[in-house]
């Protein structure tokens, strides 16, 4: 409650930039026999942040549609979006047919992301 109440408040990437910052070769997300860091994992959602960025039809403040299945991209894609200032629908890869569509017109989302297999 305290870092809430902070002006401006304490965000969850506020401590994960500082974790990356402090503890760059601390273990952060293990998937499967894939071990991924704090370092690792700043500078993927950086990389992304930067693809993003290019994006003509995306601004701060935004929506953004993420269609990944379970897999590590999807931490790095939401830290990427948060640096960006968007935020993230998060919709579920199974998901098909009406309940696709309710989901994306739900989020009125600018942009989509999806992985090619999608």
Request: positive net charge; proline residues 6%.
């Amino acid at each position: 409650e305290r870092r809430l109440a902070r002006q401006p408040p304490v965000t969850l990437l506020d401590v994960f930039r500082g974790h990356a910052r402090r503890r760059p070769r601390r273990a952060l997300l293990r998937f499967g026999e894939e071990l991924y860091t704090y370092g690792d994992v700043e500078r993927r959602s950086n990389r992304v942040a930067r693809a993003l960025a290019r994006h003509p039809g995306l601004r701060r403040g935004q929506t953004v549609a993420v269609f990944l299945p379970n897999c590590p991209a999807y931490v790095w894609t939401w830290l990427a979006l948060a640096k960006l200032g968007c935020a993230m629908a998060c919709v579920n890869s199974n998901a098909r047919g009406r309940v696709l569509r309710h989901a994306l017109a739900t989020a009125e989302a600018a942009v989509m992301l999806t992985s090619p297999g999608e």
